[in-house]
């Protein structure tokens, strides 16, 4: 058990196939060690071993709050849900923000950990303390919203006041590969098929009431001046200043416009660097700007709500009011996020405003991934093109994308029900491996590596696949947090990427919202950290075990048979044969990733990106049998991923 402040000492592990409910303590070692969410969840994925089949009873699926979740801490309102992928099938966590994290929080929790079968649909009901699991069936086949709705009005309990839902809509139900987890505030755990894994469950949703019960420091001297710095710095930063800073006033989506400008936004599946090299190369009438955090504020923009103890308020309500197959569509959801917008407009060829909003609804409603949806999509209709698909989808037809959302979501189609399987399958069916922006499985987010070479690494050796959020360079190559470094230049990247891993390893295991690094920094965390919990960490600590959260889940991908081979990027991005060049600002440009690799091994200790034994030793790794490489270069683990 732990006594470390922040922590209830309370996980409840729920077995669906024999609906029973076990309370266990946390052990105090690994509190210390893993920190909690993130780092906390991977370790407990990681007891049922790398082996698991992601869609089977074996698999757990753990929501898991952090030692600073539901607390004063600004931006405290997130949770983790970690598993293994059915989309990668590497370890992933996916983390969501709203209220649903802080609610578990204040009902009693440190996390629910879901493992076995449901024989029919369920929902967990959490609060005070307990858990109990009730009956779904009436819930399966409904979109997220009708869901969250059916149930608001079962309960004794108001969205915004007492209660949080996090469920899954048809996409999980249906085994859609990139199906995601959405509360009530449409916030997603998106990335990695978590939705997947909790309706191959029968698990409908996850409900918790609660009053406002945030847990009281146990340094308060501490905590308050580790919170007064960490307020300062939000409201001074250029980037998160509450109603003035960038992010603040035009949400995620303030980013459009600038990787636009500097030719680092996918366009096209990843043909064309910016929407400006594509409209000069084909003469089409596309443009960023239209879908822009700018445009969106000027014209379509009615809320700007907030998470838990977040001033920044980056999330942008918007109403939109559209004509869809002759039918006057009128839409009011959050948020119009700038990876959404990306994958679901420019990479897809086009930048139709409405059209992006209302697919971002529908993905919400029907619980898929937006930035993987929106790939596939532009996969598909790149293979319509080059006739690898015999029905296929067009460049730009937005009107057929927003019907083919529900189509994947439910599989209603030969075409759907391929494209539900995510990119690594669907290129292995159809020889279409050029076709793919995916890295170990899923596809690469809105920022091209032609442009930022820090994405480049990061998104190749990414735990979890493509991702820009294990280590977000684009901070000091956009930016200039902390400081600002050339996005063209490669050498020093790798340094810098595992820098940020370990840096995100550790906010995602407080866990807090990633945007509060844009304005502070490992000092503010250590204050905030030690003040909550009563410990005693350095600058250093802290740093050690961000570091051995990342070694531990490439450790847990080395055993279910990832190695440098898989730290890749797809052949488009790289210079030879199937190269294509950047354009406008980033011309000629190409990503040097071999070369980036070998600094970031050196720097990380890692042999052709496996985790030696000395390593794992190094950082007090003491679960598994070891990946039997050692750091001389011994035997590496091999495997087909």
Known sequence: MTDIGGFHDNVARIDLGEESVDYESIDDEDAKKYIGARGLGVKYVFEQGPDVDPLGPENLLAFMNGPLSGTQVTMS??????????????????????????????????????????????????????????????????????????????????????????????????????????????????????????????LKAVVVKSTTKMPQPADQETFKEGHQQAMAAITESEVTAPNEGGLSLYGTNVLMNITEEMDGLPTKNGVYTSTESMTEAEGVDIDAERVSGENVRENILVDEPTCHSCPVACKKEVEVQTMHKGEEMNVRMESYEYESAYALGPNSGHTDRDA???????????????????NMMAMAMEMSEQGKLEEGLDWGDSETMVDMIEHIARREDDLADLLA?????????????????????????????????????????????????????????????????????????GELTAAFQDLHAISDSFDIC?????????????????????????????????????????YYNNLAGFDGADDSLPAR????????????????????????????????GWVDGVVPDEKLEELEIDIGPGTGVDSSGGATATGDD
């Open 77 to 202: 309102g997130r949770i983790a849900v970690c598993t293994k992928s059915p989309l990668t099938g590497t370890v992933t966590d996916s983390h969501h923000g709203g209220w649903s994290g802080a609610r578990l929080k204040w009902a009693g929790f440190d996390g629910l950990l879901f493992e076995g079968q449901a024989d029919e649909p369920v929902y967990a009901y959490i609060e005070d303390g307990e858990v109990e699991l009730r009956d779904a069936s009436h819930l399966w086949g409904n979109g997220v919203h009708e869901t969250r709705d059916t149930i608001e009005e079962e309960i004794d309990g108001a969205y915004g006041k007492n209660l949080s839902i996090m469920a899954i809509g048809p996409g999980g139900e249906n085994g859609v590969k990139y199906a995601c987890i959405v509360n009530e505030d449409d916030r997603a755990s998106g990335r990695g098929g978590t939705g997947c894994v909790m309706g191959s469950k029968n």
């Open 356 to 374: 992006v909003g209302l697919m971002i609804d529908r993905c919400n409603d029907m619980g898929i991934d937006t930035i993987e949806v929106g």
């Open 421 to 493: 399987e995510g990119p690594r399958r669907v290129a292995d069916r159809k020889d279409a491996h050029d076709n793919s922006l995916a890295v170990k499985g899923q596809t690469i987010p809105a920022y091209d590596p032609r442009c930022m070479k820090g994405m480049g690494i990061a998104y190749a050796t990414s735990n979890r696949g493509a991702c820009h959020l294990r280590a977000y360079t684009p901070a000091a190559e956009i930016l200039g947090v902390p400081e600002k470094v050339d996005p063209y230049e490669y050498e020093g990247k």
């Open 573 to 604: 991005f790289l210079e030879g044969g199937d190269g294509i060049a950047g354009q406008g600002a980033s011309e000629g440009e190409f990503c040097e990733l071999e070369e980036m690799k070998d600094e970031y091994y050196d720097h990380r």
């Open 514 to 554: 990633k945007f509060n690094a844009f304005a502070e920094g490992i000092e503010e965390y250590v204050l905030q950290y030690n003040g909550m919990t009563g410990l005693e960490y350095t600058e250093d600590d802290l740093l050690e075990a961000g570091e051995r959260i990342y070694n531990l889940e490439r």
